[in-house]
C-alpha cells in the first residue's frame, strides 16, 4: 500500500483550533505522537500513513487539518 507525508501546516493564531478539530473525528492518527514544530514557534505537524491514495490520506484528519495539509507520496529508499 502507498506511504504518505503529511505535512500540515497553520499560522500560529490558527493552533489551538488545530487541535480542537481533532474533538470528535474518528481517526487511527488519534492519541499517538507525531513531530511537529507548535512548541518550537514553526506551526507543523508531519504524519506519516498508508492509504489507497491522497484523498484516502487526507482523509485521516479531520477537515480542518486536512484542508492546511500537503500529502506526498513517498517511498523508503536506502542511502549508502
Avoid: K, N
Wanted: charge should be negative; proline fraction near 10%.
Amino acid at each position: 500500500m502507498p506511504i504518505f507525508l503529511l505535512h500540515h501546516r497553520h499560522e500560529p493564531s490558527e493552533c489551538a483550533a488545530a487541535f480542537a478539530a481533532w474533538q470528535g473525528f474518528d481517526s487511527p492518527l488519534r492519541r499517538h505522537r507525531v513531530p511537529s514544530t507548535c512548541l518550537a514557534g514553526g506551526h507543523a505537524i508531519w504524519w506519516r500513513v498508508e492509504a489507497f491514495d491522497f484523498a484516502g490520506a487526507l482523509a485521516l484528519l479531520p477537515p480542518y487539518v486536512a484542508h492546511r495539509t500537503d500529502p506526498t507520496e513517498v517511498r523508503d529508499v536506502q542511502i549508502p
